[in-house]
Protein backbone atom coordinates (compact mmCIF):
# COMPACT_ATOMS: atom_id res chain seq x y z
CA UNK A 1 0.00 0.00 0.00
CA UNK A 2 1.43 3.56 -0.72
CA UNK A 3 -0.17 6.47 0.78
CA UNK A 4 -0.05 9.98 -0.74
CA UNK A 5 -0.20 13.23 1.62
CA UNK A 6 -0.74 16.61 0.14
CA UNK A 7 -0.93 19.38 2.47
CA UNK A 8 -1.93 22.89 0.61
CA UNK A 9 -1.73 26.46 1.63
CA UNK A 10 -4.28 28.86 -0.04
CA UNK A 11 -3.53 32.19 -1.56
CA UNK A 12 -4.10 34.75 1.02
CA UNK A 13 -5.98 36.68 -1.76
CA UNK A 14 -8.65 34.24 -2.55
CA UNK A 15 -11.35 33.44 0.12
CA UNK A 16 -9.75 30.37 1.72
CA UNK A 17 -13.83 29.00 2.77
CA UNK A 18 -14.85 28.83 -0.88
CA UNK A 19 -11.94 27.81 -2.07
CA UNK A 20 -10.96 25.26 -0.32
CA UNK A 21 -14.98 23.36 -0.49
CA UNK A 22 -14.45 23.46 -3.99
CA UNK A 23 -10.73 21.79 -3.56
CA UNK A 24 -11.99 19.11 -1.54
CA UNK A 25 -15.28 18.15 -4.03
CA UNK A 26 -12.71 18.50 -6.63
CA UNK A 27 -10.70 15.82 -4.92
CA UNK A 28 -13.33 13.58 -3.61
CA UNK A 29 -14.61 13.33 -7.00
CA UNK A 30 -10.99 12.00 -8.31
CA UNK A 31 -12.36 8.58 -6.66
CA UNK A 32 -15.08 8.19 -9.19
CA UNK A 33 -12.69 8.45 -12.29
CA UNK A 34 -9.32 6.92 -11.12
CA UNK A 35 -9.05 3.67 -11.19
CA UNK A 36 -6.04 3.11 -9.23
CA UNK A 37 -7.23 5.45 -6.51
CA UNK A 38 -8.50 3.55 -3.86
CA UNK A 39 -9.04 6.04 -0.95
CA UNK A 40 -9.17 9.63 -0.59
CA UNK A 41 -9.99 11.90 2.39
CA UNK A 42 -10.07 15.48 2.46
CA UNK A 43 -9.54 17.64 5.28
CA UNK A 44 -10.10 21.65 5.52
CA UNK A 45 -8.61 23.01 8.25
CA UNK A 46 -9.92 25.44 11.40
CA UNK A 47 -6.90 26.28 13.01
CA UNK A 48 -6.18 30.01 13.01
CA UNK A 49 -1.93 29.52 13.47
CA UNK A 50 0.01 31.58 11.00
CA UNK A 51 1.75 28.02 10.57
CA UNK A 52 -1.79 25.91 9.62
CA UNK A 53 -2.20 25.09 6.19
CA UNK A 54 -5.66 25.29 4.58
CA UNK A 55 -6.56 21.65 2.97
CA UNK A 56 -4.95 18.52 3.55
CA UNK A 57 -5.47 15.10 1.21
CA UNK A 58 -4.50 11.57 2.15
CA UNK A 59 -5.15 9.21 -1.07
CA UNK A 60 -4.30 5.46 -0.67
CA UNK A 61 -3.09 3.42 -4.02
CA UNK A 62 -1.82 -0.65 -4.09
CA UNK A 63 1.45 0.77 -5.02
CA UNK A 64 3.39 3.00 -6.97
CA UNK A 65 2.63 2.82 -10.05
CA UNK A 66 -1.37 3.22 -9.10
CA UNK A 67 0.13 6.67 -7.72
CA UNK A 68 2.06 7.76 -11.25
CA UNK A 69 -1.05 6.52 -13.09
CA UNK A 70 -3.23 9.23 -10.57
CA UNK A 71 -0.91 11.66 -10.68
CA UNK A 72 -1.49 11.92 -14.93
CA UNK A 73 -4.63 11.15 -15.40
CA UNK A 74 -6.26 13.85 -16.96
CA UNK A 75 -8.99 14.25 -13.77
CA UNK A 76 -6.24 15.08 -11.62
CA UNK A 77 -4.56 17.55 -13.90
CA UNK A 78 -7.71 19.70 -14.14
CA UNK A 79 -6.96 19.71 -9.98
CA UNK A 80 -3.13 20.75 -10.33
CA UNK A 81 -4.52 23.03 -12.94
CA UNK A 82 -6.58 24.76 -10.63
CA UNK A 83 -4.41 24.54 -7.80
CA UNK A 84 -1.68 26.78 -9.88
CA UNK A 85 -4.12 29.37 -9.35
CA UNK A 86 -5.26 29.29 -5.84
CA UNK A 87 -1.88 27.28 -4.05
CA UNK A 88 0.49 29.31 -2.33
CA UNK A 89 2.27 26.14 -1.69
CA UNK A 90 2.04 22.59 -0.76
CA UNK A 91 3.91 19.98 0.89
CA UNK A 92 3.90 16.73 -0.48
CA UNK A 93 4.98 12.89 1.28
CA UNK A 94 4.37 9.63 -0.11
CA UNK A 95 5.54 6.34 1.91
CA UNK A 96 4.75 2.82 1.76
CA UNK A 97 2.93 1.19 4.49
Known amino acids: MVRHIV ?10 KV ?11 LQLTINSLIKIEVGINFSI ?6 VVL ?10 DEYRVHPEHVK ?3 YLKIVMDKATVVDYKN
Open 19 to 29: VAAKLKVMLEQ
Open 49 to 54: KSSAYD
Open 58 to 67: TADFNNEQGL
Open 7 to 16: MIKLNKNVDN
Open 79 to 81: VLD
